[in-house]
């Protein structure tokens, strides 16, 4: 199993450019999320999906798009890249949604950066 | 309101030192999980410790302990004789069934340094 992974490991973007990272699981997990993390604020959920063709927004949504056409892929899409958007990414995933948790395996995230 | 505290930003101990880093968290949820995850200089997370809302019992894994205590709301972790190798930055997080349990709140992060 290769786990969670992501592409690309750094990226670097005009403000006003579009992209999309990569997030990608191999065992089978329902839920899968993306995490930002800035400085000083640790962690901060972005979206969050439970299963193909299912998502929902996290704690800091805003100017980021995702969808989950398959098990095991979980794009993350900045539109229109900002500088408040430089930071580093991570995508999650684990087996179990609703109530009960399940172990969350972390990819080793994507630290972008907006000029 | 922030769900999850770490009041400490930096701690530097000397190897050798105990440290405790505390995490002080708050929820209406009855049922929820806590969790510590550990970044060293590398980047990526590595996973600790899960405990649940209704095991408040301590844990002691080697040099690692947690101490669990509902009524203070805290989920406090410490380092026995700490080591070069436990210089990292260490997350608190709190998930709520309510919320969906695998939603993680971090804290915003407890950096260590141990010093040789």
């Known amino acids: 199993n290769a786990g969670v992974t992501q592409t690309p490991k750094f990226q670097v973007l005009k403000t006003g450019q579009s992209m999309t990272l990569q997030c990608a699981q191999d065992?089978?997990?329902?839920?899968m999320s993306w995490y930002r993390q800035d400085p000083g604020m640790g962690l901060r959920l972005i979206h969050y999906?439970?299963?193909?063709?299912?998502?929902d927004q996290g704690e800091v949504p805003n100017g980021y798009n995702v969808s989950r056409s398959t098990t095991e892929d979980f794009p993350l899409r900045l539109l229109s890249a900002a500088p408040s958007q430089t930071s580093v990414y991570f995508c999650?995933?684990?087996?179990?949604?609703?109530?009960?948790?399940?172990?969350?395996?972390f990819g080793p995230g994507t630290r972008l950066t907006v000029t | 309101a922030q769900k999850v505290t770490q009041a400490q930003t930096e701690i530097s101990v000397v190897e050798k030192e105990d440290v405790t880093l505390d995490c002080v968290y708050e929820?209406?949820?009855?049922?929820?999980?806590l969790f510590w995850y550990k970044q060293p200089p590398s980047g990526e997370l590595v996973f600790l410790i899960r405990?649940?809302?209704?095991?408040?019992q301590n844990e002691i894994s080697g040099r690692y302990s947690w101490n669990f205590q509902k009524s203070t709301s805290s989920f406090n972790f410490t380092i026995t004789a700490s080591q070069v190798v436990d210089s990292a930055v260490y997350f608190c997080?709190?998930?709520?069934?309510?919320?969906?349990?695998?939603?993680?709140?971090f804290g915003t992060g407890t950096r260590l340094t141990v010093i040789p």
């Open positions: 999650a995933s684990s087996y179990q949604t609703g109530s009960l948790y399940d172990e969350q395996y």
């Open positions: 999906s439970v299963g193909a063709g299912i998502t």
């Open positions: 929820t209406r949820d009855t049922t929820y999980y």
């Open positions: 065992m089978n997990h329902e839920y």
């Open positions: 997080a709190l998930s709520e069934a309510r919320t969906g349990a695998n939603n993680l709140f």
């Open positions: 405990r649940n809302s209704f095991d408040e």
